[in-house]
């Protein structure tokens, strides 16, 4: 049972647009984390969220936490070619050590 | 650059065959993960060890193995390996439990024909 959905799991665009990627979730989480894949490579850590209706900012990448924790968003500005790659929420549920990655979100930013 | 290393980088190698891949985790790192990652698939968590015992298990089919030594490295044996092996294998450090990021190493590709 995957218990982090991302949406959309393709997605391209043209530099210099904005998008936003989706993780939902039924369970609640005690926090999440984003990173990004690039292939051939490791997940790089972007960010963590913890408190329910936190937002991060990361030069041209917002993060929010749902109020109740059990999903999150990330908001490109300005999206530029560097951005390219697989984006990955994840985290643990409360009371387990199971560590959850979403279905991940293929973004391509064309020049 | 994580600061987890993982070795080898690539590994071929025929089907029956039992191969181990290995994981060192960052410095003060406690907690080590193992991940397979098929092609355009995600993450699929196979098991973790935190201080050398094993703490939770994932989608680990019973011909893998794993284990964490007293220096906190980590192996994880394949064996009787099958095509559908064939994958990239993620390991992963964080400090302890409440320090939720993790830390990725390079991956090993693994090509079973």
């Known amino acids: 049972t995957q218990l982090l959905e991302q949406s959309p799991q393709f997605l391209s665009i043209q530099e210099g647009e904005n998008l936003t990627v989706y993780c939902n979730s039924s369970s609640v989480f005690s926090s999440l984390q984003w990173y990004r894949q690039e292939p051939g490579e490791g997940p790089v850590l972007l960010v963590t969220v913890v408190t329910g209706g936190e937002v991060k900012k990361l030069k041209r990448l917002t993060f929010q936490f749902g109020d109740a924790r059990k999903d999150s968003s990330l908001h490109i500005t300005a999206a530029q070619p560097g951005d390219t790659g697989l984006y990955l929420c994840a985290g643990h549920t409360s009371g387990t050590y199971k560590y959850i990655f979403g279905t991940g979100t293929r973004l391509k930013v064309l020049a | 650059d994580s600061g987890v290393t993982q070795t080898p980088k690539h590994l071929i190698t025929a089907t029956g065959q039992r191969v181990t891949l290995r994981c060192s985790p960052r410095s003060g790192d406690l907690s080590v993960y193992w991940y397979q990652q098929s092609l355009d698939q995600g993450l699929q968590f196979l098991i973790q060890?935190?201080?050398?015992?094993?703490?939770a298990k994932g989608n680990i089919l019973e011909r893998f193995s794993a284990q964490q030594f007293p220096d906190l490295h980590s192996e994880l044996n394949l064996s009787s390996l099958e095509l559908g092996d064939s994958a990239l294998y993620f390991c992963?450090?964080?400090?302890?439990?409440?320090?939720?990021?993790?830390?990725f190493g390079p991956g090993t590709r693994l090509t079973v024909l």
């Open positions: 060890y935190y201080n050398g015992e094993e703490r």
């Open positions: 992963a450090s964080k400090f302890r439990e409440g320090h939720n990021e993790q830390f």
